[in-house]
């Protein structure tokens, strides 16, 4: 079965979990880039502003997801939601 582990990671813990189930399960792993800056004590204040009034954001990545049997997708939660509720899918 072909798998494929894509993560966000604004702080690198969501990181190194894909990076570790992608090692444990041989598959391969694509990081989802967020148009947004959210480095800093601005970028956390601003993550907790869009969670909160579920603010869509632009992402870029690079793998094909429907090349793969399995797709993993992790992610931070951000005031109670997966930062993936908004990923701006248009
Ligand atoms: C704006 C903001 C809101 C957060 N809200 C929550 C939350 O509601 N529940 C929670 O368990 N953690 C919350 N966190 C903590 C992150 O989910 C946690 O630190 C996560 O491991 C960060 O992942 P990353 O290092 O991959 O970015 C929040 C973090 C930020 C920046």
């Given at each position: 079965m072909k798998t494929l582990v894509v993560f966000y990671s604004r702080t690198g813990n969501t990181r190194r979990m894909g990076e570790l189930i992608a090692q444990k399960l041989h598959a391969d792993i694509d990081e989802i880039i967020d148009q947004k800056s959210r480095s800093g004590i601005i970028g956390w204040i601003l993550s907790g502003r869009d969670a909160m009034k579920e603010y869509l954001t632009k992402i870029t990545f690079t793998?094909?997801?429907?090349?793969?049997d399995l797709v993993i997708v992790g992610t931070p939660i951000w005031a109670g939601s997966c930062f993936s509720d908004l990923f701006d899918r248009k």
């Open positions: 793998k094909n997801p429907a090349d793969y």
